[in-house]
C-alpha cells in the first residue's frame, strides 16, 4: 500500500522560503515520478514541478521557474520542493504526488492531467502575506 507523506508548510511573509517533503513508502523499489500540484481556494489545481528519478529531469510551471526547485532522494523515495522568493499568489495547498510513469507521461501529468498519478499526500497549507 503506498503512501505519500508530507511535511513543511506553514505560514511566510512575502520574500521569504519554505521547503516542502515528500516521502513516499510502500514501493517495491522506488517511484520514477514525482510532482507538486497547488490549489489555492476558488482556483484550479496547477501542476507546479515534477522529478523524474531516472536521470534527475525536471520541469517547472512558468510561475515558478527561477524560484523553486525540487530534487528526489531515491535511495529514500523522498522529494523535497524547496520554494524561494515566495509571493501571495503561491498562496495554496500543495500536494505531492507519484507514480511509476515515463518522463514523457510525467510532463503530460504534471502539466494537464493529474489523474494519471495515482498516489497522493493529504496536502500541506502554504500561505504568504
Known amino acids: 500500500h503506498v503512501q505519500l507523506v508530507e511535511s513543511g508548510g506553514g505560514s511566510v511573509q512575502a520574500g521569504g522560503s519554505l521547503r516542502l517533503s515528500c516521502e513516499a513508502s510502500g514501493y517495491s523499489g522506488y517511484t520514477t515520478c514525482m510532482a507538486w500540484f497547488r490549489q489555492a481556494p476558488g482556483k484550479e489545481r496547477e501542476g507546479v514541478a515534477a522529478?523524474?528519478?531516472?536521470?534527475?529531469?525536471?520541469l517547472y510551471a512558468d510561475s515558478v521557474k527561477g524560484r523553486f526547485t525540487i530534487s528526489q532522494d531515491n535511495l529514500n523515495n523522498t522529494s523535497t520542493h524547496d520554494m524561494n522568493s515566495l509571493e501571495p499568489d503561491d498562496t495554496a495547498v500543495y500536494y505531492c504526488?507519484?507514480?511509476?510513469?515515463?518522463?514523457?507521461?510525467?510532463?503530460?501529468?504534471?502539466?494537464?492531467?493529474?489523474?494519471?498519478?495515482?498516489?497522493w499526500g493529504q496536502g500541506t497549507q502554504v500561505t504568504v502575506s
Open positions: 504526488a507519484s507514480d511509476r510513469l515515463n518522463w514523457g507521461v510525467c510532463l503530460q501529468a504534471t502539466a494537464s492531467r493529474p489523474q494519471l498519478l495515482s498516489f
Open positions: 522529478i523524474y528519478a531516472a536521470g534527475g529531469k525536471t
